[in-house]
């Protein structure tokens, strides 16, 4: 850990000068996708201007724009009403056994269209399948059977 904690010093000593309410650290942000549908993601942010936001995401993974940080980018946007191109992501890619690495993301009304997109569209397939078909988990307790906790012999310290 220390030598991670040295790496993202290193690599983006703001972290540790901004103070809130500048920066804060898993902050959530939820937007409303569709009418049946919101999201809500927990981010760190910088709020540097008054109209732009910086995401920070530190973390052992690869550097390169995936998925979830879409969905986090679309999120925050929409839910501070921010146009796309006021926001960006930078990724602190760390690894157990090779340098980290910063990787400065920006957004834009073509990527945020995108985003939302494939966000509408990955729920609503999930959205076709029948409640019954989905997996569920095992009840906690398959049937409740009598307990006697006074047959239970005490046991001498």
């Known amino acids: 850990m ?3 904690i040295m790496e993202v010093s290193l690599l983006f000593p703001e972290l540790f000068e901004w ?19 919101c999201v809500q993601i927990n981010a760190n942010a910088a709020f540097l201007e008054r109209q732009s936001v910086h995401l920070i995401e530190w973390a052992i993974r690869h550097p390169a ?10 999120t925050a946007a929409e839910s501070l009403s ?5 926001i960006k992501l930078t990724v602190l890619a760390l690894h157990p056994a090779h ?3 910063r990787h400065e993301i920006s957004w834009d009304s ?11 569209s990955a729920l609503a ?11 569920t988990s095992p009840p906690a307790c398959a ?3 009598p307990f006697d906790i006074e047959g239970i012999p005490e046991v001498e310290i």
């Open 2 to 4: 220390d030598k991670w």
């Open 19 to 37: 103070e809130p309410p500048t920066f804060l650290v898993d902050t959530q942000f939820s937007a409303k996708l569709n009418k049946d549908v």
């Open 65 to 74: 724009l995936n998925w979830s940080d879409r969905v986090k980018l679309w």
């Open 82 to 86: 921010l146009s796309p191109e006021n």
């Open 99 to 101: 340098p980290g690495t």
């Open 110 to 120: 073509r990527q945020h269209a995108q985003a939302k997109d494939w966000l509408a």
């Open 125 to 135: 397939g999930q959205a076709r399948w029948p409640v019954a078909a989905r997996r």
């Open 143 to 145: 049937s409740l059977t």
